[in-house]
T-cell receptor, first 113, second 116 residues
Framework: EPEVTQTPSHQVTQMGQEVILRCVPISNHLYFYWYRQILGQKVEFLVSFYNNEISEKSEIFDDQFSVERPDGSNFTLKIRSTKLEDSAMYFC???????????FGPGTRLTVT | AQSVTQPDIHITVSEGASLELRCNYSYGATPYLFWYVQSPGQGLQLLLKYFSGDTLVQGIKGFEAEFKRSQSSFNLRKPSVHWSDAAEYFCAVAQISSGSARQLTFGSGTQLTVLP
């Protein structure tokens, strides 16, 4: 069964450093998403991506964040200058155009020190 | 804006007992509703979904959920819980926006503990 994959599973970085979180969505899916879950809190929407552009973004997704689909398979989230409060689990999700259910990857735990 | 409320932060049941996890949503139109499960260290796995039609929907692992428009609820049920069901359960609603991205709004989650 196709799955969404994410790498790395855990990333530790220092405050102010840039990080890139990588995702490989399910191959025939058209919509791609990033969510985050700060420890003990709700899963929160960050951004959605369709047809090679951002379609929706939340207030959390400020200028420090960017997304890219550099090729036909990868979907990346970049944080330019990490802050302590960026420490969270980041989930990638994808969905096929004809349905509304999203399939999630296993997440990348980002720890900013 | 839509919202999802899961009133129970933590539920403990004995193995073999029945289970009901509550979910209430606030949404102006017909909602697209989901239940996801997150086991420790794992991602979010889709258990079931409701879009339209029959208000009782069946999912994986023996779970079912019932959509009740009059109560704005979408409660998750299982007749007999297994120890492997211990996990965190999230209810979510798909947001209808000007586009078609339909990002999900999640509840706070309910942590399920299963006693032997």
């Amino acid at each position: 069964e196709p799955e969404v994959t994410q790498t790395p599973s855990h990333q530790v970085t220092q405050m102010g450093q840039e990080v890139i979180l990588r995702c490989v969505p399910i191959s025939n899916h058209l919509y791609f998403y990033w969510y985050r879950q700060i420890l003990g809190q709700k899963v929160e929407f960050l951004v959605s991506f369709y047809n090679n552009e951002i379609s929706e973004k939340s207030e959390i997704f400020d200028d420090q964040f960017s997304v890219e689909r550099p090729d036909g398979s990868n979907f990346t989230l970049k944080i330019r200058s990490t802050k302590l409060e960026d420490s969270a689990m980041y989930f990638c999700a994808s969905r096929w155009g004809g349905s509304y259910e999203q399939y999630f990857g296993p997440g990348t735990r980002l720890t900013v020190t | 804006a839509q919202s999802v409320t899961q009133p129970d932060i933590h539920i403990t049941v004995s193995e073999g007992a029945s289970l009901e996890l509550r979910c209430n949503y606030s949404y102006g139109a017909t909602p697209y509703l989901f239940w996801y499960v997150q086991s420790p260290g794992q991602g979010l796995q889709l258990l079931l979904k409701y879009f339209s039609g029959d208000t009782l929907v069946q999912g994986i692992k023996g779970f079912e959920a019932e959509f009740k428009r009059s109560q704005s609820s979408f409660n998750l049920r299982k007749p007999s819980v297994h120890w492997s069901d211990a996990a965190e359960y999230f209810c979510a609603v798909a947001q209808i926006s000007s586009g078609s991205a339909r990002q999900l709004t999640f509840g706070s989650g309910t942590q399920l503990t299963v006693l032997p």
